[in-house]
């Protein structure tokens, strides 16, 4: 075997890796847009029929709007409380962050599934009477989001090393609140925008807790597209298109914030 | 005002509060009377469930998927990284592809995957009817352990691919000349060299892939329903299933389960930290 010849193992590891990962994403595309799609390979009938279904469909518009406004408040608690204990984890106390740090592996070994059962026992079947069932569901939401909002911060925390800038000012007399006003909060606040909209994608997207706590109670928008899966696979196609279309652009929306300010690399 | 530690602490207090009313109490709560019992001479759910094969199944299968899609993730985005890191213009398209990926994940997939391979799927009818002029007989199901398999890995890959991309960047390109110039071939260089290298990225990359995937309820649950034999709806159905609920029982799984997952990722970065070191 000639040394010299390219190898082409990771080139076809990669387009593997694409089809695998493309594939599913354009098949359900593909149902959204097609009449029927039960003949050869390919779907017939090119129609918007679903998608106009959608907009006229009660249900459908009531679940979005329960996903949109319950998964942004758990975003927003989990960047308002995450964030500030990140922010002051990196700027005062290693010791605090190491502990954050570790609290943030915690979602990884308490999975949804198990915090969801814990919950459906403790605060609906013991405290249910004096607990607003869509306030559990936003505490503990909150909670499984704080590792994204914490990795978000570190990051931007790492790259703008904040330390110089604390002894400057220090230097020059000013307060630490001036500091983290003036200077560190703006300087950070395309790193916080990026948190939230990480946290408010990834929660609107949440299925296991909403499907086991607010079952019956709240209908959310993933256990909705669940159920219309056996009664209209191709409505459900048209619900799923629309969100991923709008995930996406805020994730693309994301990835430009992170990029922000970072110097390019020569 | 100047930000000391103890305002620090202050100011993570509302965080540390809530992570513990909301992942720990629920948790700790209901495994102490558990174990509690367990200690005492009552019924123990854990001895139930070492006792019944039901679980034990559903335990063993949960480890040996985890286990198996871990290892493809881990092979196939290793290699997807390495293509990425030597074709920069593919690494925009990747990123969107893998924000898609990540949230493409649960009951989207299962869709998708039931439309390209399930029972009346495109790709299993086009494969059946090809079969059929051979006269063979098509042995898919897309919820045996092989398609389960196929959709965990699914959805692992986005996840393998981010996390490898930045420690393959950081392989110094000139190894790899330098061992192409003396001779050495890409797999003697990969195997010397470049994997040693990357050994502790790929433990701590394979530890969070494999509680990614002995956590996910939503692609079993929205492929199977709550006949899913994996451990996550197993616990969901004890008590929230068909016909009644186990309490105990889902206390007992969820135990094993996050017993399994700490063992993982604590192992993981202890090892990986080991291999860093002896680097």
Redesign the interface.
């Known amino acids: 075997?000639s040394?010299?010849r390219p190898?082409r193992?990771?080139?076809?590891?990669?387009w593997?890796?694409?089809l695998?990962?493309?594939?599913?994403?354009l098949?359900?595309f593909a149902?959204a847009f097609s009449e029927r799609?039960?003949q050869g390979?390919l779907p017939q009938g090119a129609t918007l029929h679903w998608l106009a279904g959608l907009a006229a469909d009660e249900r459908v518009r009531g679940a979005a709007w329960n996903s949109v406004w319950i998964s942004g408040a758990a975003a927003a608690?989990a960047v308002l409380?995450?964030g500030?204990?990140s922010?002051?984890?990196h700027?005062?106390?290693p010791?605090?962050k190491s502990?954050?740090d570790a609290?943030a592996?915690?979602?990884?070994?308490?999975?949804?599934?198990?915090?969801?059962?814990?919950?459906?026992?403790?605060?609906v079947g013991r405290w249910g009477d004096v607990l607003d069932l869509r306030l559990v569901y936003v505490?503990?939401l909150?909670?499984?989001l704080?590792p994204l909002v914490h990795q978000t911060l570190s990051a931007a925390l790492q790259q703008l090393d904040a330390r110089p800038l604390?002894d400057a000012s220090?230097t020059l007399g000013a307060?630490?609140?001036l500091l983290?006003r003036r200077v560190l909060l703006p300087m950070l606040l395309p790193a916080f925008a990026a948190a939230g909209l990480l946290a408010w994608?990834?929660a609107a997207?949440e299925?296991?807790i909403a499907?086991?706590l607010l079952?019956g109670s709240l209908e959310l928008l993933?256990p909705l597209?669940?159920g219309l899966?056996g009664a209209n696979?191709h409505l459900?196609?048209a619900l799923?298109v629309v969100s991923?279309a709008i995930?996406?652009l805020l994730?693309?929306l994301?990835?430009l914030l992170t990029s922000w300010r970072t110097p390019a690399r020569s | 005002m100047s930000l000391t530690p103890t305002r620090a602490w202050l100011a993570a207090g509302p965080l540390l509060a809530l992570m513990a009313a909301a992942l720990l109490l629920p948790f700790a709560w209901r495994s102490v009377a558990l174990l509690q019992a367990c200690m005492g001479s009552g019924e123990c759910a854990l001895r139930e469930l070492w006792a019944d094969r039901f679980y034990i199944d559903a335990i063993t299968r949960t480890v040996a998927l985890s286990a198996a899609s871990t290892a493809l993730g881990l092979v196939l985005g290793l290699g997807a990284a390495l293509h990425l890191v030597a074709h920069p213009r593919w690494e925009k398209p990747v990123a969107v592809l893998a924000g898609l990926g990540a949230n493409f994940a649960g009951v989207p997939l299962a869709l998708a995957l039931t439309l390209l391979l399930g029972s009346q799927g495109v790709l299993t009818t086009l494969a059946q009817k090809s079969l059929n002029l051979a006269g063979l007989p098509l042995g898919w199901d897309l919820n045996s352990d092989a398609g389960l398999l196929l959709a965990f890995t699914a959805f692992q890959l986005p996840l393998a691919v981010v996390l490898l991309t930045t420690p393959v960047r950081m392989l110094d390109p000139a190894l790899a000349e330098a061992a192409a110039t003396l001779g050495a071939r890409p797999a003697t260089y990969w195997r010397r060299v470049g994997l040693p290298l990357l050994a502790p990225s790929l433990v701590e990359t394979a530890s969070l892939l494999f509680a990614n995937a002995a956590a996910a309820y939503a692609t079993p649950f929205a492929l199977a329903g709550t006949a899913s034999p994996v451990l996550a709806v197993r616990i969901a159905a004890a008590v929230s299933g068909d016909i009644f609920s186990q309490p105990e029982l889902a206390t007992a799984l969820s135990l094993v389960m996050a017993v399994l997952l700490l063992v993982v990722i604590v192992g993981g970065r202890w090892w990986a930290a080991r291999l860093r070191r002896s680097a």
């Not at chain 1, 193992?9 to 990669?14: C, G």
């Not at chain 1, 695998?20 to 994403?25: A, Q, R, S």
């Open positions: 075997m040394v010299n190898w193992l990771p080139a076809i590891f990669f593997a890796a694409a695998l990962v493309l594939l599913p994403p098949a359900v149902y799609w039960d390979l608690l409380l995450g500030g204990a922010l002051a984890g700027l005062a106390s010791r605090l502990l954050l609290l592996l915690l979602p990884y070994a308490i999975p949804p599934v198990v915090v969801a059962i814990g919950a459906l026992d403790l605060f505490g503990v909150a909670a499984l704080f604390i220090r307060s630490d609140g983290l994608t990834t997207m299925f296991a499907n086991l079952a993933q597209v669940n899966r696979g459900a196609a799923i991923l995930v996406t994730g693309i994301v990835h």
